[in-house]
T-cell receptor, first 113, second 115 residues
Framework: DAKTTQPNSMESNEEEPVHLPCNHSTISGTDYIHWYRQLPSQGPEYVIH???SNVNNRMASLAIAEDRKSSTLILHRATLRDAAVYYCILGPLYGGATNKLIFGTGTLLAVQP | GAGVSQSPRYKVAKRGQDVALRCDPI?????LFWYQQALGQGPEFLTY????????KSGLPSDRFFAERPEGSVSTLKIQRTQQEDSAVYLC?????????????FGAGTRLSVL
């Protein structure tokens, strides 16, 4: 399984943008890049995913390097509710048996008021 | 609509006791996953169901762990003769099947403490 590397922790100030990096130098051509986050005392929640092109949704943006060996999750204006552990995960986009998520330790994001 | 529901939220067991953890997935979701999350770590895969069929149990740490989903909806994770190392949060997730459907929706988990 292709692995990802993320910083253990990051800090941000409220209402400022946050850029969360992820390295995945061994990514395969069929791997999508998924981001989940886990708020305190909750299960992980889906944030965004992409393959090659940059992606935007109501929660965040995903910027993918041209060689696909790294990506960045962008929170445009951090709020206190964005304080969580953010996981970058590689995997296919098919639902089903092959799609167990392989989590690393993620990045713990602290947001200061 | 309702999300993934897990019960109980907290469970304290004495070493050697059997426990049963329940997961109610989102209605209509074919896929169901169980994960185990130790303190300070990311979740680790335990087992996967497609409807009632258990297609992958490669992550179950020992034969004391058993999961079932007899009617293809509710699932139960059972741990027999609990040990202290079983203390963790057990997470259940469900998803649809098919291309573009690999978004997993997680419950809040069951925190198991074995004394």
């Amino acid at each position: 399984d292709a692995k990802t590397t993320q910083p253990n922790s990051m800090e941000s100030n409220e209402e400022e943008p946050v850029h969360l990096p992820c390295n995945h130098s061994t990514i395969s051509g069929t791997d999508y890049i998924h981001w989940y986050r886990q708020l305190p005392s909750q299960g992980p929640e889906y944030v965004i995913h992409g393959l090659t092109s940059n992606v935007n949704n109501r929660m965040a943006s995903l910027a993918i390097a041209e060689d696909r060996k790294s990506s960045t999750l962008i929170l445009h204006r951090a709020t206190l509710r964005d304080a969580a552990v953010y996981y970058c995960i590689l995997g296919p986009l098919y639902g089903g048996a092959t799609n167990k998520l392989i989590f690393g330790t993620g990045t713990l994001l602290a947001v200061q008021p | 609509g309702a999300g993934v529901s897990q019960s109980p939220r907290y469970k304290v067991a004495k070493r050697g006791q059997d426990v049963a953890l329940r997961c109610d997935p989102i209605s209509g979701h074919v896929s169901l996953f169980w994960y185990q999350q130790a303190l300070g770590q990311g979740p680790e895969f335990l087992t996967y169901f497609q409807n009632e069929a258990q297609l992958d149990k490669s992550g179950l740490p020992s034969d004391r762990f058993f999961a079932e989903r007899p009617e293809g909806s509710v699932s139960t994770l059972k741990i027999q003769r609990t040990q202290q190392e079983d203390s963790a949060v057990y997470l259940c997730a469900s998803s649809l099947e098919g291309l573009g459907q690999n978004i997993q929706y997680f419950g809040a988990g069951t925190r198991l403490s074995v004394l």
